[in-house]
């Protein structure tokens, strides 16, 4: 019998020390988090500095996931503020531990 792995998709949310926000979707969150923290990908999140991981949620299907993307996206700032608040309302970077160095200086709020 073909077990075929179930696929999972994050919405996420990076934040710089200001507070610009950057709303994106991954199927590796872990991958995505190194990759935004230690600015490998030129954009919008090296250029404005959006290296803590602040919220992300999970799917399983990723048209819901874009869905998602595209509905936090089109939100209103204060939306989103408060959004991240719900269950990070100190706005700590949740992947702050994920990687074995921190080759970054981690700033804080």
Known sequence: MYNRRERVYFVYIMSSITG???IGVTNNILRRAWEHKFQLVDGFTKKY??????RYEEYNDINQAIAREKQLKNWSRIKK???IKLNNPKWVDLSHDWFPTNKRKIKKF
């Open 81 to 83: 503020q408060n959004l």
């Open 49 to 54: 500095d959006c290296y803590r991981l602040v």
């Open 20 to 22: 610009t926000l950057y």
